[in-house]
């Protein structure tokens, strides 16, 4: 037909978009269009497919064989395309309204067409184009430009053109193959017009561990694939610009991703022969402007002596740290611990314990390193303490992050901590990692988020980043089952799951008598006469000061509670550790404590004799004490719709009531009695289900695991 286009849509893998990618398809201004969409099982996607797209006749859903790659993929589309144009469009993308009109009416005589991509991370983004200002450039010399994105997507391309050439992709490659078509392509024509105004909205995946895009494959999937593609389409007959963007491509994946892997220098034997096969296909002119690292390594690779070429590798990468290292404090340190500290043998007992980044004394890996004390001899015992604070049997203590620290963690024999640790934390083959975690998960975790909103990340770099550290661990604490079952999914984790409750909990079992209790009040200076509200709420991913520094709007009504019930109650407030707003408590004293900085909130649990929270794990703890827990839920829909998402459901699982605002705050504190009767049932559920394994001997259990006897 006419001026049809023929939209290519490989949809396998990419289920979770495609009535996006649909979707902005029914929406372009130019209808004149029919969509291709393929998959090895096209009932099943039919099945997640809106109807409106299964009974309109212009979308054609087509099956593929199982196991081919997304080249094979596309040469089945476009064997079957009636129209005059092609246009590859990946089912996880979709496109503005007018791209497909500005690309047919700007295409005129030309072969071939681009249009402007933006990369997002989010499901829908628009673009306001104003009438008129759609510019188009001519790209010849140039044109290799347009390929800096390796890809063959958001092209129009006369169809005619692609027959007289007999051009497909080639099926054998994995990744790259889109170079098979493009490059071909290129060399074929002088002059490839680009609409600026036409726009691709192209997704960065978000699951790189599990279900990576094609370019966020693995070095071993991409490194040979590359190789081959390279040997493939180079040749001496193509036109300069084409074997410069060739050249250019090896060089620069050369020097940005393989250098890197090379740093272990085992991994040089499975790319070598065909890094040397490659790298002596490059026009020595190539290399004129480059620097002289990149030129002598060149050399070496085409000397083929793998010996000779991984000597120079390790005295780059030594050279590298130098250089880093002298430049700034921080490099010293790294090249320090790198260099020397990790060359030093790991001290038998030697036990580094860390909480909260060195914020507090306090968490599972308090009641650990207590547990120890007791009953261990001849372990030499490390806290990491950002401020100085008494910790029984005084160990040592070092600021997270200086030198000294950096000491410890090479030499320790044992690590013990809640969160994560810094990315340059070198696990040592010799060492032990004891990730004690710190909470029963209620928001989605690393691996099972979709978007990550915090500051200064994205979900890819989030991901690979815990994904880094989650490797590092040998043993995990799992404080129930279905903490232990998302553990294993979400931190992608298959070494020691340690099914033992949380050491942090023996307490609220060993301890919940009227003697400690009124001890630590004494202690804390908090009055004995009163009831005890505690109110420990949540961070949000989206409101901060700075990376790590987030900010908190208190909203609730303290005047009007310390008028209600402060004859009978005081409120301890505890924000979380990464909350670094101050309160203003004036008008409040007598009434309202703020007890934030207050090292081990166990303590703060114990004492306390109603809890108010909203999204935070402290609840599953405070559980153990079946006394009553009030969720103060002002933002549940930003919250569990944008922000994280929950794993329970919010409405019908928890031990208590969800409040929206003051009035219904005031109301259950006032009608507590009432409440606990409505949600007792719930209540042993939620025990049962959360708190069961918790039995008082948690850090016995950790300890006897991991320590040697
Ligand atoms: N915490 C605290 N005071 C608060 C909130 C939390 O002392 N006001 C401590 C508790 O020990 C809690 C832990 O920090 O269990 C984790 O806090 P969450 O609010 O649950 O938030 P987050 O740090 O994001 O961890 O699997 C757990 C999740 O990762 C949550």
Redesign the pocket.
């Known amino acids: 037909m006419n001026n049809l286009i023929s939209v290519i849509t490989p949809a396998e893998n990419n289920e979770k978009y495609i009535n996006t990618a649909l979707e902005s398809l029914r929406n372009q201004e130019y209808t004149n269009f029919e969509a291709l969409v393929l998959h090895s099982d096209i009932e099943t996607l039919k099945s997640i497919v809106n109807d409106e797209y299964l009974n309109d006749d212009r979308y054609r859903f087509i099956n593929t064989p199982a196991d081919i790659y997304v080249g094979a993929t596309r040469n089945i589309g476009i064997e079957q395309a009636k129209g005059a144009y092609l246009y590859f469009l990946d089912s996880d993308d979709y496109i503005a309204e007018n791209m497909l009109q500005l690309l047919h009416d700007s295409i005129g005589e030309f072969p071939m067409i681009r249009g402007r991509m933006k990369t997002t991370d989010f499901s829908t983004s628009s673009v306001i184009i104003l009438p008129g200002t759609n510019k188009i450039k001519m790209y010849s010399t140039r044109r290799y430009n347009l390929l800096r994105s390796e890809s063959a997507i958001n092209y129009l391309i006369s169809k005619n053109f692609i027959d007289n050439m007999n051009l497909r992709f080639s099926e054998q490659f994995k990744t790259y193959s889109d170079l098979t078509f493009m490059v071909p392509l290129m060399e074929e024509i002088d002059i490839v017009p680009y609409a600026e105004e036409a726009i691709y909205f192209r997704r960065r995946g978000n699951d790189p561990i599990n279900n990576p895009t094609l370019r966020q494959s693995s070095l071993e999937q991409l490194t040979p694939d590359l190789f081959g593609v390279y040997n493939q389409l180079r040749s001496d007959n193509m036109s300069e610009e084409g074997r410069k963007y060739l050249d250019d491509k090896l060089l620069n994946f050369y020097r940005k991703r393989l250098v890197t892997e090379f740093r272990d220098d085992t991994t040089i034997d499975y790319y070598f022969s065909g890094l040397v096969e490659s790298i002596n296909k490059i026009d020595p002119d190539r290399l004129k402007n480059k620097d002289f690292i990149l030129k002598n390594d060149v050399k070496v690779i085409k000397s083929n002596n793998k010996r000779r070429f991984r000597k120079l590798s390790n005295l780059n990468h030594f050279l590298r740290d130098i250089k880093n290292g002298i430049s700034s404090r921080k490099g010293r340190k790294e090249l320090i611990y790198k260099r020397i500290f990790n060359y030093m043998k790991p001290k038998d007992k030697l036990v580094v314990f860390e909480s909260?980044q060195g914020k507090?004394y306090?968490?599972s890996p308090k009641y650990i390193y207590e547990y120890m004390l007791k009953n261990k001899s001849n372990y030499i015992y490390v806290w990491v303490m950002n401020n100085s604070n008494k910790i029984p049997g005084n160990p040592k203590t070092v600021k997270r992050n200086t030198l000294k620290y950096y000491y410890y963690i090479a030499r320790a024999k044992y690590i013990v901590s809640?969160?994560r640790m810094p990315n340059k934390y070198i696990k040592r083959p010799e060492q032990s990692y004891l990730q004690t975690?710190?909470?029963?998960?209620?928001?989605r975790?690393a691996g099972d988020m979709d978007n990550v909103h915090m500051p200064g990340t994205n979900a890819v770099r989030y991901k690979k980043n815990f994904n880094r550290e989650t490797n590092k661990w040998d043993y995990l604490i799992a404080p129930n089952q279905y903490?232990a079952d998302?553990?294993r999914r979400a931190f992608w984790f298959n070494n020691t799951m340690l099914k033992t409750g949380y050491p942090?909990n023996d307490i609220l079992t060993n301890h919940n008598d009227e003697d400690t209790i009124n001890r630590l009040k004494r202690i804390n200076r908090i009055p004995t006469d009163k009831k005890i509200i505690l109110?420990?709420?949540?961070?949000r991913d989206d409101e901060y000061f700075k990376v790590g520094k987030y900010k908190f709007n208190l909203k609730l009504d303290l005047h009007r509670m310390k008028e209600q019930f402060g004859d009978e109650y005081i409120i301890l407030l505890?924000?979380?550790?990464?909350?670094a707003s101050n309160m203003d408590l004036t008008g409040l004293e007598d009434f309202a404590y703020d007890v934030?900085s207050y090292s081990?909130?166990?303590e703060?649990y114990l004492m306390s004799d109603i809890l108010i929270?909203d999204?935070?794990?402290?609840f599953?703890?405070y559980a153990n004490l079946r006394r009553p827990i009030l969720f103060f839920t002002y933002d549940i829909e930003k919250y569990q719709g944008q922000l994280r998402g929950f794993y329970i459901d919010m409405e019908t699982e928890l031990p208590g009531p969800l409040l929206m605002d003051n009035d219904e705050v005031m109301d259950a504190i006032q009608n507590i009695d009432a409440v606990n009767e409505k949600y007792e049932d719930r209540y042993n559920e939620f025990y049962e289900r959360f708190c069961s394994w918790d039995d008082g001997r948690a850090s016995e259990k950790v300890v006897d695991a991991v320590f040697e006897k």
């Open positions: 909260f507090s306090s968490d809640n969160v975690w710190h909470g029963t998960p209620l928001k975790l903490s998302i553990f942090r109110y420990a709420p949540t961070w505890r924000m979380h550790y990464l909350v934030s081990d909130v166990s703060l929270t999204y935070s794990s402290v599953f703890d």
